[in-house]
């Protein structure tokens, strides 16, 4: 089975810091993404990576950076962060090899920004 | 832009009768389609998924409809039971890259 291991569960961080999240899978899969899901919207994607040191833009990618410098880790950055942050977070992978594969999720960490 | 959503933010069944929950996508291209179960403090689980060419695709207990025509899908649960409590989604893929556009979500609660 497919791991997706999220660092942290819950996270609680002041306005202004520098957050770290990270994520890890197991499948040797390309493609990496981090979500956001908040009650009421369904998840939105902030960043995706297809590559080692590739990144793409997602939906809302503002306020947010990524780093992928190994193929089974995928970094989300909130460079400072605010109150409007606090949310699930979501890490996700999937594999290329072949067409219209499902992305498999990590089980989230849950930030709070105070 | 795409869009995808559930017309039931909730869903409150028997144990042991049938749930069916529903989803629309407005991108007639998309061509590939999951369902997915997130319980609490978990992350979304993979549940079934099914192709454009497909109208019908069924798992153990579950069964997924396709209708291309009116973009709509829905998942069946056959014998709800207590375990099967959770936030059900749906999710489109749109056809520029590996990327879904994901439903809200509709929460299924089972009753005793």
């Known amino acids: 089975d497919v791991k997706v291991t999220q660092s942290s569960r819950y996270l609680v961080k002041r306005t202004g810091e520098k957050v770290f999240l990270e994520c890890v899978q197991d499948?040797?899969?390309?493609?990496m993404f981090w979500y956001r899901q908040d009650p009421g919207l369904g998840l939105r994607l902030i960043y995706f990576?297809?590559?080692?040191?590739?990144?793409e833009k997602g939906d809302i990618p503002e306020g947010y950076s990524v780093s992928r410098e190994k193929k089974e880790r995928f970094s989300l950055i909130l460079e400072s962060a605010s109150t409007n942050q606090t949310s699930m977070y979501l890490c996700?992978?999937?594999?290329?090899?072949?067409?219209?594969?499902?992305?498999?999720f990590g089980d989230g960490t849950r930030l709070s920004i105070l | 832009g795409e869009s995808v959503g559930l017309h039931l933010p909730t869903l409150s069944v028997q144990e042991g009768d049938n749930s069916i929950i529903n989803c629309a996508y407005s991108?007639?291209?998309?061509?590939?389609f999951i369902w997915y179960k997130q319980e609490s403090g978990k992350g979304p689980q993979f549940i079934i998924d099914?192709?454009?060419?497909?109208d019908k695709r069924q798992g153990q207990r579950v069964t997924v409809l396709l209708n291309k025509t009116v973009k709509h899908l829905s998942l069946q649960i056959a014998a709800t039971q207590p375990g099967d409590s959770a936030v059900y989604f749906c999710?489109?893929?749109?056809?520029?890259?590996?990327?879904?556009?994901f439903g809200p979500g509709t929460r299924l609660s089972v009753l005793p």
């Open positions: 499948m040797d899969h390309e493609n």
């Open positions: 999710a489109a893929l749109y056809n520029y890259g590996q990327n879904f556009v």
């Open positions: 991108n007639s291209a998309s061509d590939y």
């Open positions: 099914i192709r454009s060419n497909m």
């Open positions: 990576s297809y590559d080692v040191k590739m990144k």
């Open positions: 996700a992978s999937s594999s290329i090899r072949t067409v219209n594969q499902p992305q498999h």
